[in-house]
């Protein structure tokens, strides 16, 4: 079933000059913790950094859409100009340490069957618009391994497969 999208636009984004090869599953809490001890909802705090991602997948199963994938996003720094990507959102308010053990928790997984479904059917529209094979996601822990670890050992890698491929 086509999940539920709504429009967040970023105004961080430019025009792609290479084709896309690459997809990219990212992840990031509901509401980040700044140094300062400020929340910041995940949509603004990818603008306060002056990144941007294509679409992030709610826990509830909706997507937010936030830039066209036709164009490139900051998401994945060197990879940005031909790949497309998706934050799955960790519910909750988060520092960067409460997140990364949340990632890890994989007797207690943040992410939802929702979630792997809605993303699942967002990956797959882009595989068919970009001609991509699922072999063709990665994670951005398999991108930046010394940098990343999203996202995490929690995130149900056959599940999503499953809900990619179960995906019309
Ligand atoms: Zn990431």
Redesign the pocket.
């Known amino acids: 079933m086509e999940p539920t999208i709504i429009e967040i636009p970023s105004k961080y984004h430019r025009q792609r000059t290479k084709d896309v090869d690459l997809m990219v599953v ?3 809490a509901e509401w980040v913790m700044d140094d300062k001890r400020v929340y910041h909802h995940c949509t603004d705090w990818l603008n306060v950094l002056k990144l941007s991602v294509h679409a992030f997948c709610l826990p509830d199963g909706r997507i937010v859409q936030s830039v066209d994938p036709q164009q490139v996003a900051y ?1 994945a720094a060197e990879f940005n100009n031909t790949s497309v990507g998706m934050e799955f959102i960790v519910a909750g308010g988060h520092n960067y340490d409460s997140f990364l053990r949340r990632m890890a928790d994989r007797e207690n997984s943040p992410y939802t069957q929702a979630q792997y479904d809605a993303g699942g059917w967002w990956f797959r529209q882009q595989a068919r618009w970009f001609d991509l094979t699922f072999e063709q996601i990665k994670t ?1 822990r398999d991108l930046a391994p010394d940098r ?1 670890k ?1 996202p995490g050992d929690a995130f149900d890698w056959d599940t999503f497969k499953a809900a990619f491929e179960a995906a019309g």
Do not use: L, V
């Open positions: 990212h992840a990031m998401h951005h990343k999203d």
